[in-house]
């Protein structure tokens, strides 16, 4: 409905939850192309790999209330995502993505 009305401004709250990794990539490359476009969207999104290949800046919102914002590449990072979601994660590089893995 949202890409019937062409609006400039997407809000979107887990737009991809439920969705198999297929479908999961067709959803947040054309919410990316509508970003590269102009367009504005903002999204909420749980899964950090996601956000790291899609997102261009992030805010990571903690329990205690504290919040960052910033460009993805440097606000998503092991020791903050330690502090945000309380396991360890570990990053690896694969080509030009960074991916994080829960260890």
Same mark, same amino acid.
């Given at each position: ?28 490359? !054309? /919410? ?7 367009? $504005?969207?903002? %999204?909420?999104?749980? *899964?950090?790999?996601?956000?790291? +290949? ?5 805010? !990571? /919102? ?7 914002? $910033?460009?993805? %590449?440097?606000?998503? *990072?092991?020791?903050?995502?330690? +502090? ?20």
């Amino acid at each position: 409905m949202l890409l019937c009305q062409t609006s400039q401004t997407c809000l979107l709250d887990e737009p991809t939850n439920h969705l198999d990794p297929a479908h999961e990539k067709v959803v947040l490359s !054309l /919410l990316r192309q509508l970003a590269d476009e102009g367009h $504005g969207v903002a %999204a909420s999104l749980h *899964d950090v790999n996601a956000a790291s +290949r899609y997102c261009d800046r992030c805010l !990571l /919102l903690f329990g205690d209330g504290e919040w960052m914002v $910033g460009p993805t %590449a440097e606000v998503l *990072d092991e020791d903050t995502l330690l +502090r945000l979601y309380g396991i360890r994660m570990q990053q690896f590089e694969q080509g030009s993505q960074r991916l994080f893995l829960a260890t």
